[in-house]
């Protein structure tokens, strides 16, 4: 029989928080288990309803791609888009999110973004961020 998921076992999600936040692109990441409990963040604050609406729009998955808005740290995100498979983003003036979901894990950053490509490029860095961890089975 196999150990229960503990969350707090993420091996070395804090160095990873750290990374992804230390390029200046990204200003708070957090990564949350599939309940909204924290694992590692560096900066990140969620409230439990913010958190169980963005649950509800991953667990739903719209292909459409106007899914309508988020809040995280009481900041509204619009137009949530899906910008690939289980990757996520949304703008609010020259603010900026990323949702990333995995097996057992999320990963949720937000940024300052001027322009629209600086958006793409947190994607593809919190992407590849996610499919590192995904290999830990999180």
């Not at 990374?19 to 409990?37: A, R, T, W, Y």
């Not at 739903?60 to 900041?75: C, M, W």
């Not at 619009?78 to 949304?90: C, V, W």
Request: glycine letters at 6%.
């Amino acid at each position: 029989m196999s150990e229960p998921y503990k969350p707090h076992t993420l091996k070395h999600g804090e160095e990873l928080c750290q990374e992804l936040s230390s390029n200046n692109l990204i200003d708070k990441v957090g990564i949350l288990d599939d309940e909204g409990n924290i694992i590692a963040s560096k900066g990140f604050n969620i409230t439990p309803p913010e958190f169980q609406d963005i649950k509800y729009i991953l667990l739903n998955d719209k292909p459409d791609y106007k899914l309508g808005t988020v809040t995280i740290d009481h900041v509204t995100y619009n137009e949530l888009t899906k910008y690939s498979d289980g990757l996520y983003y949304a703008k609010a003036g020259e603010t900026g999110c990323v949702i990333a979901k995995n097996i057992k894990s999320l990963i949720i950053a937000t940024l300052h973004c001027k322009h629209t490509s600086t958006l793409f490029d947190a994607c593809e860095k919190i992407k590849s961020t996610s499919q590192f961890i995904k290999f830990d089975g999180y």
